[in-house]
C-alpha cells in the first residue's frame, strides 16, 4: 500500500520563544504536521513540555498536532494532552507494563493512537497490539536530544516493521538523524512520516523563513525517490 511522504518537523529545534509564529510559518512552508516532543527529564535525559505548552500551540497549528510522549508513567496524563487539543498522542512501548491499556486510554480519550519504539526494542514487541494503532514511531536515534545521527541499524528494523504491518492502515513514523541525506534510505525501508527538527529549521527565521520551505522540498524530494 502506497502512502504519501509526510514530512512533520519538530518544534523543539525551532525558537522557543516565538512557538506559536513558526507553526504558523512552517505549515505555510510546506509542513505535513507539527510535531510535538514532550520530554520528563525523567524517562528520557531532557524536560521540554507539557499540556499547556500543547494548548498554547493549538490554535496556531491548523494540520495535525503530533505529540510524543517521551514520558514515563505515561497513562495518567493522557487525559490532560488530550483535552489541550492533541490530534495523535504516541506512548512508548517501554514507558509502561501495560501498552494495550495505554493505548485504550489515548483512544477514548478522544485521539489517534501511536505507539514508539526506542532503538534497541525489537519490533516484534508491537505485533499484538498493531490492530490499536494508526502510527508506529520508530526512534532511529536514542530519544532526548536533537541534532543526533541516525542508527544504521534502524534500516532493516523499519523493514520488518513494514512487512509486519502488511496491509493494515498504519503509518510508519522515522523520527532522528532525518534530513536529505537520509531520508531516501528511510523510505526505501518502508518510513512514511518523517520527523526532522534541525534539518528542517537550519538556515531560516520566522522573518525569513523561504530556508525552511527549501529544507522541506529537499527532505521530501529525496524520500519520495526512494518510494
Known sequence: MSRPILIAPSILA??????????????????DWIHVD????????NLTFGPAMVAALRPHVKTCMDVHLMISPVDPYIEAFAEAGADRL???????????RTLQAIAGAGCKAGVALNPATPVESVHDILDMVDLICVMTVNPGFG??????????????????IGDRPIRIEIDGGVDPAT??????????????GSAVFRGGSVGA???WGENIRAIRQAAEAEV
Open 209 to 211: 523563513p523561504d530556508a
Open 183 to 196: 531520508a531516501g534510505l528511510v523510505a526505501a525501508a518502508g518510513g512514511d512520516v518523517l520527523v526532522a
Open 38 to 45: 514532550v520530554m520528563d527529564g525523567h524517562f528520557v535525559p
Open 90 to 100: 504516541t506512548a512508548h512501548v517501554e514507558a509502561g507494563p501495560h501498552l494495550h
Open 147 to 164: 541534532g543526533q545521527k541516525l542508527i544504521p541499524s534502524a534500516l532493516p528494523k523499519i523493514a520488518r516493521l513494514r512487512a509486519m
Open 14 to 31: 525551532a525558537d522557543f520563544a516565538n512557538f506559536g509564529a513558526v507553526c504558523e510559518t512552517v505549515e505555510a512552508q510546506g509542513a
